[in-house]
């Protein structure tokens, strides 16, 4: 697959998205929203999967490659969760937000190579990556429902939005972190020899599990303190974003392993 094939798959993809997310709005529109969200995660599993198929390796290599599955995940979970909750706001938020990470590998394509490195042709490394980036996805959704519980006392509008809708999707995206985590020592074990060596990805990385453990703790010791849990699921989601997509601007971060 080339670049531009990207182009027109990618530009594709937005379009069905924002207009997916454009129709949910209006409340006779919503089957035919629904029906276009299907449309675009189709497209993009073709895409990946012939990409796949074209590259000889997973596509999970670049950070574009990361932001490609992110977006698909993303899709997939605003068609998921909508036959499960019926969430207006929900699918909306998580079709525009696959819209525009698509968006961003649109406006910086990331160079896909034809082999990977020694460390990386690893059991370990598709199942590693592939439960990190579905719990980002996630865990990115849940995060929309905090920042809602904290803006909600200055909107006059009355949201119906409380924490046990995030709940279930904390809960499956911490799962998620963990076997992530768990796959990432065992890989690291098969390549480096250590199953843990500190790198910053890796720190930070637990610092994130850590975050999202002390909000598990919180709703269950304390279910009452929504704002509390709120927050801490806000600074939890920033922990993540700096894990993933932060850590290759941090200095101390320059030789690390988990730099691409």
Not at 120 to 145: E, K, M, N, R, T
Not at 164 to 178: E, K, P, R, S, W
Not at 210 to 232: D, S
Request: proline fraction near 4%.
């Amino acid at each position: 697959m080339t670049e531009l094939n990207f182009n027109f798959i990618g530009i594709a993809s937005v379009a069905l998205l924002l207009i997916s997310a454009g129709l949910m709005a209006m409340k006779k529109m919503r089957t035919p929203a629904v029906f276009i969200s299907v449309l675009a995660v189709m497209i993009l599993t073709f895409y990946i999967a012939a990409l796949w198929i074209a590259l000889e390796r997973p596509p999970l290599r670049t950070l574009g490659e990361t932001r490609l599955w992110y977006g698909f995940f993303l899709a997939l979970l605003s068609v998921t969760f909508w036959f499960r909750w019926k969430y207006v706001w929900l699918f909306m938020y998580s079709n525009l937000m696959a819209g525009v990470f698509l968006i961003i590998d649109l406006l910086k394509p990331a160079a896909l190579d034809q082999t990977l490195m020694p460390a990386l042709q690893s059991v370990w490394f598709v199942p590693h990556v592939i439960v990190y980036i579905l719990g980002y996805a996630l865990l990115g959704v849940a995060a929309l429902v905090a920042v809602l519980i904290i803006i909600k006392p200055w909107i006059k509008k009355d949201l119906k939005v409380n924490l046990h809708d995030a709940d279930n999707m904390i809960y499956l995206g911490f799962a998620f972190l963990t076997l992530g985590l768990v796959f990432g020592a065992m890989w690291a074990k098969t390549a480096w020899g250590h199953y843990w060596t500190w790198d910053p990805k890796e720190t930070w990385a637990f610092i994130t599990w850590m975050t999202y453990l002390m909000y598990i703790h919180i709703r269950h010791r304390h279910p009452h303190r929504e704002k509390t849990a709120a927050w801490m699921m806000s600074l939890a989601f920033v922990f993540m974003m700096i894990c993933w997509m932060g850590i290759q601007y941090l200095p101390s971060a320059q030789n690390s392993v988990h730099t691409y």
